[in-house]
């Protein structure tokens, strides 16, 4: 018996992991799984005029129960080192989300590239699934940074063990984690967001780190710091929506705003105590970005900076868990892939309740006290504020 | 042993359901399938200019051999208590059918709530799905209550046990049931139809009733009465096309028909006998709705009446099963999803034949004589009548 | 013991198969597998205007990274004699590719018929999957006869089990073969391509056979002659563009080219000598179809024709493959369904190398030299001659 241990050396091994490889059915391969949400924006709204388009298109007047994701996956393990995920979002039209392999170095599984359409490594809420985000909607201040969160990328990961099994911790928690983005990863992107064609030879270049601290009480603490920057270029303007370049000779120019190139980059950094059973999250950024100006009628390079803070909780009851929270957001800077890189002033307040009687369901209850200024060579000067309750049900397959 | 299944308590039995649920594989709670629809309506055309736009747009000139329909459907358990369903079409582009949730109130399945998109329980044939339907499209007097026969919901249903077993019967049967909508059904849905938002802040509002009857030599009679009721908000208009309402200062005004509201409301009644191996079926309906007037080429609520009734036999022999069926259908009202409201008056037979040579095959052949009369903006004065014959084929994964 | 085998007489037998079938789980039934192809086509470009639209709408002036491809595939045997394939893209947008039936008429599978939108049989290469092409994309001469190799049809097969043996030795030894098409075809289709209703009252015609002949050494050669014929209705048309009838008089006449019709047919031949190590593959065909004239701002139907021929090895290093290869094609003739019947000449070469690390990836580098005429109303004068690198990168799930 011992011998027969012995003999199974690493050929014999690697022989028979192959054997198991390639008997496997398609069914063991690839995992089809998913999510539903729908929702209801109609209650208690005190102004119907305020939208709020990039967090949820049904916003503003009442437009009954709508979908607002409705995703199928495909992900597996195509090679002991080769992971591979598919996300489609069929809520009305079909739009792909995530097509993208992993490619890793290590058996441990330390060190990957990731190329496809993936999440751009930047701000925590943004990598956090809407499947696990316990605020309806993503913040401002750095869902400004890219629509969809996603872009056409190659971005090499690594992730200590150690790190890996606090991130695991989190997960069989159920504490709302992002997943595992890497305590360190570095990539370069197209910069034009997710399923839209690059519009110059440049990449966007990323960074970001994370260290997930564990004390000996249990408690989680994450530290996060990341930053990106490159060219972007905007195509979305209302008629007649200039900028102003230095040309060959040296002279400003006031040009076509649609097709122009604008600097677009951002640092920020986030903190999170999981809640065991408070936390708090908080994430900050700046940044420099294409921004609407509403004196001139042109897109100028402005700064931009915002942040939000959220105090929450995770209560369990018998099956079910209960996550309270109140945040409060505040975003100053553009929208670069909005109408005319729009230009934003946030100050919101969100409180509310998530609410998971099973596995397989959630249901959120969360009131809006939102004060909005957003402006576009179309609408110049709009500032709108406003309440209401949001619903949202969930069930997870 | 007899101690041991006294211990066997609820508790424990509740533990090792748990057990049982969590240890399940991806495709042990999600279930994939379909169905594809290829057509040819091509055959002995009388009248190329005889098209009928809900039933199939390839229907009017010959446009050779197309799908009408390619489902595919995710289903399952995800929970004792939650069922999930979700069906698209991808025959040309992808288009969402349903997507809804049945949260269950009691073990027996007696009681559920269900949300999300599905079929509004109005129709005996609008709920059949179309993998079961013998006639190749559904009636107009019905259809044209719900274009794709969905709506955003929340409906409450409650079927009896012993009707349940009934249901069951007819499905094991292939007797072509429509599939348990409750035996009582009560609920709202947004009212503006499937994958289109709300227009108003109020809901439509829907309460149906079935009572399944066998007799004791196994025949089964199912009689239905169901209505609706809610205000309809016209946005597909030509140029030009105008209501009449009275204004704030009680005056007649006429309007733009465009986005202005209008009563919406059915009550009907059906009666299946199914299949052993004769059947009878019939359907009723009358209402008011938008209506285009081409005397005035303005849209006004106008009565709506309509009914179909269809004999029908079920001839099995060895793995083979046959269809012979033969329908007559009237309908005189509008079509409120249609453009203007489109008038119709439709006096048409079917007779035909499916064949069903295994359980994954259908062929259907039904011959048509088609009177339609149906007038909008465009077309203010338009009456086609033509013979022809259709052919389906049908596969089911 | 042996009694019982007697027993086991045909009747059993069937019905021990029928319950095997009836007791399957739909994943038993249904394998959904496909592959993602991601590519790169800015790497050392010479000339920014080289667009070729068929092959990739990605390739001319750097536009990223992008998807080529993103397919999932549903297939199985929904009866011993019945076997259904769907295919989808969702790389962008949705868009159907397959979704056939085959009809088995025996139990070794020799004649089938096959019902629905799948690749019509002419040409070799148009008929090899992408996923298994070595090349990136498929060469002008007989792509130009099928916009995605597609049409609606009926075609019956036939392959006898000696040349399915071949068949599948090719599969079984990654020898990149096209499938099983049939040693002989024979079949209709609609003649408008792929997910576009039929504008005639005909179908085309397709006739097609193969003899894959291997040798005592096991080196195969295949020897493919094909012909179709029809009429083709040119819908996509620039402003002004007219072509010339025989009217009812006997007359020419000048009339708007957009919905006229025009002879479409061809008729090629193909050889492959499958790569044990070396391999080559070419093919040729001659036809006539409509092709614009920019001297008369006319489409004609015109003489067209062209072929290729590639050299190709396939070595393989432990678990790796590698396909080195060298293609030469030239086109002389139009492409139907680009704008105007776009008039082109080819004159390419490609020289490259995919390799294979594992069976669930591959890498493909190719540099091409082309030299392109491609003029249509819009750009009755236009020729473009450019080298550059394409990448891809392949996951197969």
Do not use: C
């Not at 005190?46 to 437009?63: I, M, R, Y």
């Not at 607002?68 to 809520?91: C, E, N, T």
């Not at 090499?156 to 911790?169: E, L, M, N």
């Not at 900050?284 to 004196?295: A, K, L, V, W």
């Amino acid at each position: 018996q011992y011998l027969k241990d012995e003999s199974f050396n690493n050929k014999s091994y690697e022989k028979a992991e192959k054997n198991i490889v390639e008997n496997r059915k398609w069914y063991d391969i690839i995992k089809i799984n998913g999510y539903i949400q729908a929702r209801y924006n109609g209650l208690f709204e005190t102004n119907p005029d305020l939208a709020v388009e990039q967090a949820d298109k049904n916003w503003g007047k009442d437009k009954g129960i709508s979908f607002r994701r409705i995703r199928v996956k495909l992900s597996g393990w195509l090679h002991p080192k080769v992971y591979m995920y598919v996300q489609g979002d069929f809520a009305s039209e079909f739009s792909l989300k995530d097509a993208y392999g992993d490619f890793y170095a290590d058996n441990e599984k330390k060190l990957w590239l990731r190329v496809g359409q993936s999440k751009v490594p930047y701000g925590f809420e943004n990598m956090q699934s809407s499947q696990h985000r316990i605020v309806l909607d993503r913040n401002d201040p750095f869902n400004s940074a890219l629509k969809n969160e996603r872009d056409m990328m190659a971005v090499a990961y690594y992730t200590p063990v150690k790190f890996r099994k606090v991130y695991d911790y989190l997960k069989r928690n159920n504490l709302k984690h992002s997943g595992n983005y890497g305590a360190f990863g570095l990539g370069v992107f197209n910069g034009q967001t997710a399923n839209t064609p690059d519009e110059n030879d440049e990449m966007h270049i990323v960074a970001r780190t994370s260290y997930p601290l564990m004390l000996p009480n249990k408690q989680v603490f994450e530290f996060i710091l990341q930053a990106y920057s490159g060219n972007y270029v905007v195509t979305n303007t209302s008629e007649g929506v200039k900028t102003t370049i230095i040309n060959n000779e040296g002279h400003e120019e006031l040009i076509d705003a649609n097709g122009a190139e604008f600097e677009d980059s951002r640092i920020g950094a986030g903190v999170i105590w999981y809640p065991q059973p408070f936390g708090l999250q908080a994430e900050y950024n700046i940044g420099r970005g294409p921004e609407y100006d509403p004196s001139t009628n042109t897109i100028k390079v402005q700064d931009l900076h915002g942040g939000y803070i959220m105090a929450m909780g995770k209560i369990d009851y018998r099956e079910h868990s209960f996550f309270p929270f109140i945040r409060y957001q505040f975003y100053d800077g553009g929208k670069k892939f909005e109408l005319d890189a729009r230009s934003y002033t946030v100050d919101d307040w969100e409180i509310g309740l998530e609410w998971q009687p099973m596995d397989a369901m959630e249901v959120t209850a969360m009131y809006v006290i939102a004060d909005r200024r957003y402006e576009d060579g179309e609408l110049p000067e709009n500032e709108e504020s406003g309440n209401l309750l949001r619903l949202q049900m969930q069930l997870n397959f």
